[in-house]
């Protein structure tokens, strides 16, 4: 199975690189796309850059361009559970975006017209990730994911988050790939380790936990990929 593994930041997917060793790379659409074969899979590996616009770009090409069936997000976010601590890995069950406001027409925070508030991830793919958590004695978090072209480093921000969507960790991405995703029938994975808590303190936290954080979102999604079936 062709299978995308994409990250927003380089330091997200320099620990898949480093890991899979041998593989070729490619120009598109002002991004590099990185191909080889691993644990049986061909691998499309990219970083977008930050936010929702690039992060959707990066998906459509994966998918259109290198004709990826399956599309794997490995990254940081920031935690909003009190139960997230920096390090922990939680997986999207859906995901939202947090900073659309058409509320003036009657609308919920997040909705688009003809589109839906919350995208839910591929259950099988959750399962999977599930089984991997038990075996490598990690805890797995699950939950909704809000997404928005907004780095939150504040308390009263990610607590209106939390009460508006119900979302357990937020960053920039998640939602835009699961909406390419969703509207081009692909299945798709959201993972993330907590970089930062998304208050006060958040940038000098994530500039201390990117990287470490990153290593471990990335060694979970190398086994998964490793345990799916051709
Ligand atoms: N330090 C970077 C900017 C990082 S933006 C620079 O100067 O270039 C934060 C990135 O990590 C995004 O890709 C986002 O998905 C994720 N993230 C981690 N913590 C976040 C938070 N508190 N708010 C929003 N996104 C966060």
């Not at 199975?1 to 899979?20: C, N, W, Y």
């Not at 958040?202 to 290593?215: I, V």
Request: with cysteine; glycine share 8%; hydrophobic share 45%.
């Amino acid at each position: 199975m062709k299978i995308a593994i994409m990250g927003a930041m380089r330091e997200e997917i320099d620990p898949i690189l480093a890991a899979v060793g041998t593989y070729t790379s490619s120009q598109h659409a002002g991004n590099v796309f990185y191909e080889c074969v691993y644990g049986g899979h061909e691998l499309v590996i990219a970083y977008s850059k930050i936010g929702k616009v690039f992060s959707a770009i990066t998906a459509s090409v994966m998918l259109e361009r290198f004709g990826a069936q399956m599309l794997l997000f490995s990254g940081v976010a920031g935690g909003i559970s009190k139960e997230l601590k920096i390090g922990d890995l939680i997986m999207a069950s859906s995901l939202c975006q947090h900073d659309v406001d058409i509320t003036a027409f009657g609308h919920p925070f997040g909705f688009i017209p003809e589109g839906t508030l919350m995208i839910e991830s591929d259950p099988q793919l959750r399962s999977l990730a599930s089984e991997v958590a038990i075996d490598m004695k990690i805890d797995l978090y699950e939950g909704i994911i809000a997404t928005g072209d907004q780095f939150v480093a504040s308390s009263e921000r990610k607590e209106w988050i939390h009460q508006t969507f119900d979302a357990d960790a937020l960053e920039m991405e998640g939602s835009s790939v699961a909406c390419v995703c969703q509207n081009f029938a692909i299945p798709f994975f959201i993972l993330r380790a907590i970089s930062d808590t998304a208050d006060g303190g958040a940038s000098d936290d994530f500039d201390a936990f990117l990287k470490t954080s990153a290593q471990v979102s990335a060694t979970f999604i190398l086994e998964m990929v490793k345990r799916l079936e051709n």
